[in-house]
């Protein structure tokens, strides 16, 4: 089948190798006979609810970031719907932050974001760099590690009962003190780890793509045939040990 | 140091203007002693195994007196030159010195221990030179500016690098900024007029000089996808180029708010690029034109020579000495190196960020693609620990002509991945993390008489050069310039 992913400002947020997770997306939806059709969306362009399977929004600096908030805010109610009528989305990063209801600056500024996710950034003082390493059930029941790297200056607060993607094992997380990583919306999932998050987190790209083509077809979720992962793994394992060893810590 | 003597101690004076009495004269005899005591740490660390010593005794008296720094780059007659840039800041110091050393002594950190305590380490045992020539490391830059008051400033670019250790380019930018406007007035600024970032840096500064490329013919049909600064410093508005070059290097104007490259007062015209063995262009300056036959490829190296011409043109150095100083140039350390390993060759090309990994990859394209391939990838500090930049870099050429490669490294996974994903069969590939193994599978993939192509990051080069080194190949980089 022909998945339909938009990518959300590509131009303007890529600076974790956003490429990478698409790239990851692309090949094993091929290798299970999938096609995956990426447009491109940017500043000023008509987000349609129906239009996509996946959208995909990722990190950009501090620049890039102030440039796309005014669009990204009043494409909200858009992409809201589109997550409504279940739609996947991943938002790794600035992404993330964006999709929040705003982003409070140090000087006391806000940023009105597009109001999917239930959390808010207030800028930190200090950066928080390092490698992660997340404990998470994407299905109840199933319970699976996501490994990463995060380097991000605002500290993300998710609302009273709001569900976040993961529990932090090694690392910062949404904000260096509650133990939460990430938020997750029906099939919409937000997170600050990138490095690139789906090349060694194969687990949550195939779910990701499960998810974008129940969208498709309108039916239930279907587990798509396993590929031989041994590569992933590895690289998995060494960037969860990483994360141990040298991730930053609450 | 906590001693310090109060009068004139013996043997120690020598060099300290005894028409200058209180405290330059406690401070000359200050850094006679702390001078003594670096060259001994150095030898220490040098006799305890630990690499060069290059920055351990700059790191001691950075820790306990960094006001010397400023004192030592004062005794330097001919003043202080500072090279800067997220790449090729250790290519645009080596090929200035090459060029400046017949008409100056020079204390020139050319180990590439660039940071505040090497920059120390090298005014510490420059005894008696003239000249400093320090590549700076451009989160140092501001620091080392200020203390050492420069007669020339270079900055060459600003590209995405090891955001886990700079930050933003924003960010530095913004650090720039602060330290060309504390920079005296008689200091010259150069720039690289190429870079909209960098180029700004010089609006308003008098007597800046601008360098370029202008040679249309050697555009990138589109930019790369790592071009990093796309967007009008002004008004944030996208540029529009007339021709991309490097990354996003190039003619840009901006079609909202008018702003664009400035005019050049130094540029690479009628450029020919000569595959793995060089380049030919007119060097032209405001004191004529010379054609320069460089022995190094790439343009990204055409725009080395055009930092390391500007700066020995803003030093008065005449224009002939300038060509044949570049002509005489041989590469910087694991730059572009080439080893020879009994009946077989080593060519080592230094990749550290997106930018600089694409020119390694498009000079291999010009030299034509290598069959195999060692690719090494480490994680340390000094590599960045965020190892998601090799997804930006566009590897793809390569692949396609390479038959096998190795991917190794503490990240070899990661690569190998970044390899897969893009096409590449896993029948051809081979994971060996362990870099010495690596470099022999690579050698027993060479028929004799082969080329081994080698694209390490910085710790991984670092210690292969060492691994060569032990096996009699390669000069310890420490030991003088290598060629």
Known sequence: ?250 | MQVVPNGPVDGVGARVDRRTPGTLDRMGARLELETRAASLVARLSRAAGKGGGTTLPGKLIWKVDPGAVDALAARLAHGVVIVSATNGKTTTSAMAARVLESAHRLAWNHSGANLASGVASTLLSSGGAELGLLEVDEFALPEIARRVRPRVVSLGNLFRDQLDRYGELEHIAERWRAAVAGLPQETILVVNADDPLVGALADGRTGAVRFGVDDARLARPALQHAADSKYCVRCGAPYAYAAAYVGHLGDYRCRACGHGRPPLDVAARSIELRGLEGSSFDLVTPAGSRRVRLPLPGLYNVYNALAAASVSIALETPLDDVAAGLEGFSAAFGRFERIEAGDRRILMLLIKNPAGANEAVRTLEEGGLPPTLVVALNDAIADGRDVSWIWDVDFEPLLAGAQRIVASGDRAAELALRFTYAGFPAGRLEIVPELEAALDRGLELVAPGGELVVLPTYTAMLRLRAIAAGRGLVQPYWRGRST
């Not at chain 1, 780890?193 to 979720?221: E, I, K, M």
């Open chain 1, 1 to 250: 089948m022909r998945i339909r992913v938009g990518h959300l400002y590509p131009d303007y947020l890529n600076i974790y190798a956003d490429r990478g997770n698409i790239a990851v997306l692309t090949r094993r939806a091929a290798l299970r006979g999938h096609e995956l059709d990426v447009s491109p969306i940017g500043l000023g362009d008509e987000l349609v609810p129906g239009a996509f399977d996946l959208l995909y929004i990722g990190g950009g600096q501090d620049r890039e970031q102030a440039l796309v908030a005014p669009d990204l805010a009043a494409k909200g109610t858009a992409i809201g719907a589109a997550v409504a009528a279940g739609a996947a989305l991943l938002a790794v990063c600035g992404g993330y932050q964006l999709l929040g209801r705003g982003y409070r600056g140090r000087d006391g500024s806000w940023m009105p974001g597009a109001a999917l996710f239930p959390h808010e950034t207030v800028a930190g003082e200090s950066r928080m760099i390092g490698d992660v390493l997340l404990e998470c059930e994407l299905e109840p029941g199933v319970a699976t590690t996501i490994a990463g790297f995060e380097n991000h200056a605002g500290r993300t607060l998710l609302d009273q009962g709001a569900t976040p993607l993961g529990r932090v094992l090694a690392g910062f997380g949404n904000d260096g003190r509650s133990g939460f990583e990430g938020c997750r919306v029906r099939r919409a999932v937000g997170t600050y780890l990138h490095g690139p998050l789906l090349p060694r987190n194969p687990q949550l790209a195939d779910w990701l793509l499960s998810q974008s083509l129940a969208h498709l077809t309108g039916g239930p979720v279907a587990a798509l045939p396993p590929l031989d992962d041994e590569l992933e793994t590895l690289a998995h394992a060494v960037s969860a040990q990483r994360a141990r060893d040298r991730g930053g810590g609450r």
